[in-house]
């Protein structure tokens, strides 16, 4: 096994389990519905994690299904912002600690208000990023809502 990602030591350290897969080559960002199809999982339990930003220019993070597109203005009514439009992609590794296609809502650098969609409760688990590319992480959502304070809002359009 490979060394853990931040995103695993701290669900470590909270005893929180859960299960690792692993696809590619660890380097190709593949999209969400790419890696659902190579693991042969439900598209509609795997989410994606995106990084956004509020017009009072405090960060928000999302996690969607990966065959989800994230509705703005959803999503900052969620977070009570006027508006909120997502990072640059160069930006996300200097405030996450994560790169682009291995962004985990576990372990960030600084805790953001994260809000996940409605649906991750109708499932007995949910899959999201390790914190690395080619990493998932699959969890009950209660277990998810353990290790990170989470929101629950239809964000998706």
Do not use: W
């Amino acid at each position: 096994m490979q060394d853990k990602t931040n995103a695993m030591r701290i669900l470590d350290a909270k005893k929180i389990s859960y299960e690792v897969h692993r696809y590619g080559d660890g380097k190709t960002a593949l999209s969400g519905t790419e890696v659902a199809s190579i693991l042969g999982l439900n598209s509609e339990k795997v989410f994606k994690t995106l990084v956004t930003v509020g017009a009072s220019r405090a960060h928000y993070v999302f996690m969607i299904p990966v065959e989800a597109e994230l509705d703005l203005k959803k999503a900052a009514s969620a977070v009570k912002e006027k508006s909120v439009s997502m990072i640059a992609q160069k930006e996300l590794l200097p405030l996450t600690g994560y790169v682009h296609g291995g962004c985990s809502p576990v372990g960030m650098k600084k805790a953001f208000p994260t809000v996940i969609h409605l649906t991750a409760e109708s499932f007995d688990t949910i899959i999201f990023s390790g914190g690395r590319i080619g990493l998932q992480i699959e969890m009950p959502y209660i277990s998810l809502r353990a290790a990170v304070n989470l929101l629950k809002a239809d964000i998706i359009r």
